[in-house]
């Protein structure tokens, strides 16, 4: 039997998406007294020189930076209070709905939201977003015997993304599930047309690439307080350029502004678009009385 498939899902990187800062540079550095500059030089040298993938080499050069002050991945999620969001957040979280109408509520019609990021699950949940989102996938640190954060046990890269695209597309949202069991399209409780990915730059491509693939909506979003406009030319070229997305916007996520205005149109064409299938499958299920 088919599911409802009436949840849209909405997807979001999360530094330089839904914050203008790197949540390390934002908070954990500050509090264990680590230099940006050096430590991102040392990630970059892992990789150059060693062959260090980018994510590893940062989660490497952390615990490397941390060995003397090693924290429980409690005390990083205490640090993730202190994280700070583009305008509209986390407001915005709560508010879309009111983007559905009653007759998408009475057919069930949901939104919710997820965040896949390649920076620290343990600082966003610790976060002010973490209450209003269905789920948040990022990477994770094992601990010792004592507690503390020792051995990377959950890595996520620009391209291992798309894996947490597949897992709401299927609901497996735990890692114990395997996302790779076939799952027949109609039993798929997101689908992808169901889907909204917002992201900021060439990191998250396999993402745009897959919702464009599968019927889903992407937009890149970029910072428009940034006086060298790159993170603007990364959104240009992804839309313009690459063809990745239709729909670029500053990351302003405050009612009235083009980000929201995208938002709020999306969800309504998606909820209008269930409508349009249920009826449509009602239609095709009934078979008239006999008239005489």
């Known amino acids: 039997m088919a599911t409802a498939q009436t949840t849209i899902g909405l997807i979001y990187d999360y530094d330089q998406t839904l914050s203008p800062n790197y949540m390390q540079d934002e908070v954990l550095f500050p509090r264990f007294g680590i230099n940006p500059t050096q430590f991102w030089k040392k ?29 429980t ?31 998408h509520r009475m057919l069930g019609i949901k939104v919710e939201h997820y965040i896949v990021s390649s920076g620290l699950k343990a600082l966003l949940d610790g976060s002010e977003l973490a209450p209003h989102v269905k789920k948040i996938f990022g990477c994770e640190f094992g601990e010792d015997s004592d507690g503390r954060i020792s051995f990377p046990k959950r890595v996520i890269s620009h391209t291992t993304k798309t894996q947490f695209l597949f897992r709401i597309n299927k609901g497996m949202l735990e890692p114990n599930e395997d996302v790779n069991d076939h799952m027949a399209p109609e039993l798929r409780p997101i689908p992808f047309q169901n889907m909204i990915y917002v992201g900021d730059g060439p990191t998250d491509v396999p993402c745009f690439t897959l919702m464009k693939k599968y019927g889903g909506h992407g937009i890149a979003v970029y910072n428009p307080n940034e006086p060298s406009r790159a993170s603007f030319k990364k959104c240009y070229q992804l839309s313009a350029l690459a063809d990745r997305v239709k729909h670029i916007a500053p990351a302003d996520y405050r009612p009235g502004s083009h980000l929201r205005l995208l938002l709020e149109e999306m969800i309504t064409e998606i909820a209008d678009g269930i409508v349009r299938r249920h009826r449509l499958e009602f239609e095709e299920g009934t078979v008239s009385a006999p008239h005489f």
Do not use: H
């Open 73 to 103: 991945n409690a005390e990083l999620s205490a640090l993730g209070a202190n994280l700070k969001f583009y305008p509209g957040l986390p407001a915005l979280f709560a508010e879309l709905s009111a983007s559905l109408t009653d007759q």
């Open 43 to 71: 990630s970059r040298e892992l990789v150059d020189a060693e062959g260090y993938d980018g994510e590893l080499a940062y989660l490497k050069a952390l615990l490397d930076y941390l060995a003397l002050d090693r924290p």
